[in-house]
């Protein structure tokens, strides 16, 4: 009987990890021991900055932020609060990462904050890295380019609820009151121009716009 073989999509193989990493904890964090090795992928400058910005020892290593944040946009997690809940809950996870105690709050905000410029070299590594490996997947899908645009939320006071609320009260009653709030709020933050008034992920808010460019794959 000829061999039947079946083309794996990579949907399959984000499936199969995220299947893994729910229901076999320690076998996924095996494979993606064995298959992933960040410190290949952290640029020199990033650890010099990391560890001589205060002169000690550090109780959290670099590679465990940096773990923690990947497997928060891999997973979809939302929230830094809800991943340090995470973290406190499963020890696998806080191993893997490297923690011998999990960070607060206020630590993950300012390795954000004080390694931003750092973030942007690692992945232009990355890139470096899977790109021949979506040449040899599908050389014409890889030679694609889609575009897709979005916003990264802002912490302005455009964007707290009461602040829409407190704008219902001068609505009339046979007026939506929140398609008349929306119209009644500026189309950028004072604070921040940057943050402008737009519809993403299913509601209104001010957000600094993005793009992402990818290949097929």
Do not use: W
């Amino acid at each position: 009987m000829a061999t039947k073989y079946h083309q794996i999509s990579l949907s399959d193989i984000f499936s199969d990890c995220q299947n893994s990493f729910i229901d076999e904890s320690p076998s996924f964090f095996s494979l993606l021991s064995e298959h992933f090795d960040l410190n290949e992928f952290i640029p020199p400058e990033f650890l010099t900055a990391f560890y001589l910005s205060v002169g000690r020892k550090r109780l959290y290593p670099l590679q465990g932020f940096l773990t923690a944040f990947i497997l928060q946009k891999i997973f979809s997690i939302p929230t830094d609060s809800l991943l340090l809940l995470f973290l406190h809950l499963s020890k696998e996870l806080k191993e893997f990462c490297g923690f011998t105690k999990v960070p607060d709050a206020s630590l993950m905000s300012r390795f954000k904050h004080d390694f931003e410029p750092y973030i942007e070299p690692m992945f232009q590594r990355m890139v470096d890295y899977t790109e021949p490996i979506c040449q040899l997947i599908d050389s014409s899908l890889s030679q694609m380019l889609t575009f897709d645009t979005s916003g990264i939320e802002l912490y302005v006071t455009e964007i707290n609820p009461k602040t829409l609320n407190a704008l219902f009260y001068k609505n009339k009653p046979d007026i939506d009151p929140y398609k008349m709030a929306y119209g009644l709020m500026p189309s950028q933050a004072v604070s921040c121009t940057d943050a402008k008034q737009m519809y993403i992920n299913g509601h209104f808010c001010y957000a600094d716009k993005f793009a992402i460019l990818t290949n097929g794959l």
